[in-house]
């Protein structure tokens, strides 16, 4: 299998270029003249055609009324479920071909990029609502392949709140904001998202998961993608084999903190958004491998619970991930209209090779896709639309409809026909059909669920148990923080006993924050799969892959590292510090007082990016403070600087200071509660993350130092320190 991890594979192409090769229809208003939507030129657009100069307006004025009623029809309904979302087009390749598993054209040739379009988004929140809200986040992925439009819709959490379709207007009722008072937005932390969650015990897993960091991702570059359901291979010689699809990211799986979500839900409510567009703008490509986890079909029920149930994963120690290619999003779209909100996914859009499982929760979906687009993009020829127009050709006797793009020329609309020689004619399998893979099915027709969908508990239990520590803390801290927000006591008390099955002291710990009784916990000792279907079946009590303790931590790339520096800073500092952290590929801003250039202590100038009024800790991975005593004293007398640290700090967030800098600790809270010897002669010192130096020959090992505690994304040994007021 090829070597995980890969980077920059193969010769880059102008990924642009090509596009725009094969979309006439992107525009740039280069050397353009402003005309009518019919193509005549106007004149004015500053002031509307009047009966002199006092008016009144007159009628007449096509081009005053067709700017005015284009702009009243300017908005679409948005996504009924993740309307807030953010995308980027890309490509796909594989690492080596897979024929012995699928037929897909895509998934064979390691020299061939498919293009791809890529849309990230919230689920529960409306399109204008924050990026960083608890929530799980869309991965919707189109293939445009060889072989027509492979949409592949995953989500960052490899489970769902419901086993059935027929139950998703109701979570999401539950989840949206309530409807007599259209409160809160954009958050599940209210009475009817619990109310529903506590009575629907197979949303307990989906649950753990929303309360753990998985649902207040760092980036959207940093998250893992699921498929969700089973799906299928299929071969060419026919032969089926269940897969579940992975997305992994290069850089590693990282959260934020809970305090520091909600408030850049206030300060910058684009986080995410923006962070995607400025990686890609700045050449940091988001890369995602490709894992699949295949099954054989003999071994359906070789596990303690059903691979049809969407509220089930398949522990990666059970079958491992094997990673097949790589995904890279290295272009921002030109118009987020056109492209992003125009994008419609849709789970039918699959090629040969791929195919469906019987997982309900999936049947409905195939259902909903289709029907929401029609609603929302107002006709059936959405598929003409620009973002969503297959590469290949299209060819159909559909008819007519609104904004009908295309000009059918000929009197032959159906089939069977002679008149146009038969034409479209049916391809067959080796020309590249898709044949619906033939599975017998037998059953009485009933509004049944099968008993092998029926114990929500287990692997609930098996995410608590895979979880650090420190992701143990945040779950609790989280499910307090969710439930407090509830007002019904009743809902807090069913949904703490919810916990405490999970787990009694998960159970215990939430109830103690959030005004209940501690709840009896679930019945000890607990064998695996229980509900009577575990008995010899294939199960693991913890899975190390679940937990992101266990995640990439070796690189500083596309992290954002605040200076923070006034006049008098030391030039000799910050350019060391700063061209080492940029070597390893981290983005750094200065930050200052005002904008424009400062003066370094030995005549250097830096420009700064940012202010102390506009960037704040919670923008940034690190932040280092290089030595300068004019800087240092000035900014240990600025709050905006203290608290810049201090609530770093607070984040688990890695801090260097240098030189004189060193000092500025002291004007901090850190000094005290950790760091007791942060102001010692020591050259250089490292502890939980924060790396000070006195030593102005040893900038290199603490440059080196400082890169190591990047990486580690954050120091979560310092979250008990509670002296932090930040
Ligand atoms: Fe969706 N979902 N969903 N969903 N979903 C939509 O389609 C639906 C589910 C997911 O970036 C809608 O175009 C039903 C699971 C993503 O444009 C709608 C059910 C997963 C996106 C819809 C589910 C998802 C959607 C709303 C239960 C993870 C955004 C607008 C059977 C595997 C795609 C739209 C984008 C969007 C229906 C459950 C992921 C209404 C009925 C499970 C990432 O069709």
Known sequence: MAEQGKKGAGPEINAHSKIESLEPHREAPTDATLSTEHGVRVDSTDDSLKAGPRGPTLLEDFHLREKLSHFDRERIPERVVHARGSAAHGYFQVYEPMAEYTKAAFLQDPTARTPVFVRFSTASGSRGSADTVRDVRGFAVKFYTEEGNFDLVGNNIPVFFIQDGIKFPDVIHALKPEPDREIPQASSA???????????????HMAMWLLSDRAVPRSFRMMEGFGVHTFRFV?????????????????????LVLDEARKLAGKDPDFHRRDLWDAIERGHHPEYELGVQIIEEEDEFAFDFDLLDATKIVPEELVPVRRVGKLTLNRNPDNFFAETEQSAFHLSNIVPGIDFTDDPLLATRLFSYLDTQVYRLGSPNFAQIPINRPLVPVRNQHQEGFMQQRIKVGRVNYLPNSLAGGCPMMATPSMGAFTHHPERVLGLKARERSDTFKDPITQATLFWNSLSLPEKKHLIRAARFELASVASQEVRERMVARLGEVDAELGRLVAAG???APPPGKPQPQAPGKGGQGAGKRSVAVSPALSMENTVKDTVESRLVAVLALDGFSGAELAAVRSALEAAGAHVQVVSASLGPIAGDDGSTVSADRTLLTAESVMFDAVFVPGGRASVVALSAMGEAVHFVNEAFKHCKAIG???????????????????????TAAPLLSDKGV????????????????????????????????QIPA
């Open 657 to 679: 200071a240098t030189g004189d800098a060193v000092d500025l600790l002291a004007s901090t809270d850190i000094q005290g509660v950790a760091l007791a010897d942060a102001r």
């Open 691 to 722: 790396v000070t130096s006195r030593d102005p020959a040893g900038l290199a090992p603490f440059s080196h130092e400082l890169l190591r505690a990047i990486a580690q994304h954050r120091h979560w040994d310092r979250e008990d320190i509670a």
């Open 190 to 204: 209210h009475d009817t998202f619990w109310d529903f969650i506590s009575l629907l015990p197979e949303s307990t």
């Open 514 to 516: 959030v005004g209940v």
């Open 235 to 255: 071969n060419a010689q026919g032969k089926s084999r269940f897969v579940k699809f992975h997305w992994k990211p290069l850089l590693g799986v990282h959260s």
